[in-house]
């Protein structure tokens, strides 16, 4: 029904992703922890952060904003220097802040166990009729496993020359499947001998 590659990744992301409920609760107070903004700075930063998958629509944003302006867990900054609106954390915003921080640290701590295997065996990619698949299905899970706990390790304790080094083995690991996946489509259109 579907060749190999006509329907790319990109589409399948942008048309099944759901965004968790909460999700942009917690990195609208995350953002504002850090310092005030816009309604649309918030955006364009979450856009920045997962890397152009996800940009909160104003119709997603504006409404949340002035909930938490309304529950008072967010305030607005004087506009006569700017004439923007901007939008700070309260107290109360704090607190809520940390209650979502709390629920993020346990939800890290059962992922930890179950997301790799998951992430993995929810794959749609058949390879168990191939042999030698467990190999590199183990492969897999210990890599997804090793990338969890380093973020989990640099959320905790930052290092820009551990994140460095981390992007320079990320870099070749993915020019080197590249190269792989090169050679595979070579063949495929290479056709029987």
């Not at 915003?93 to 993020?104: A, D, F, M, S, T």
């Not at 969890?148 to 080197?176: H, P, T, W, Y």
């Amino acid at each position: 029904m579907f060749g190999h590659n006509s329907l790319p990744v990109k589409h399948w992301r942008r048309h099944i992703a759901a965004i968790p409920k909460g999700l942009l609760r917690y990195y609208v107070l995350k953002l504002l922890s850090v310092k005030p903004m816009s309604g649309a700075e918030m955006s364009e930063e979450i856009e920045k952060r997962t890397f152009g998958s996800w940009r909160p629509s104003p119709g997603s944003i504006y409404p949340l904003l002035a909930w938490l302006q309304a529950n008072e867990f967010i305030e607005g900054v004087p506009t006569e220097e700017t004439g923007i609106k901007l939008y700070k954390l309260t107290e109360k915003g704090q607190n809520l802040l940390e209650k979502h921080r709390k629920i993020k640290e346990e939800m890290k701590r059962k992922l930890k166990v179950l997301a790799p295997p998951v992430l993995f065996d929810l794959m749609w990619f058949d390879l168990y009729r191939h042999g030698n698949s467990e190999a590199f299905r183990n492969s897999t899970r210990r890599f997804l496993t090793s990338l969890f706990e380093v973020m989990e390790n640099l959320e905790v304790k930052f290092s820009k020359e551990a994140l460095d080094e981390l992007k320079r083995i990320l870099e070749e690991a993915s020019r080197k499947i590249e190269e792989v996946n090169k050679k595979i489509k070579k063949e495929e259109g290479a056709g029987p001998d």
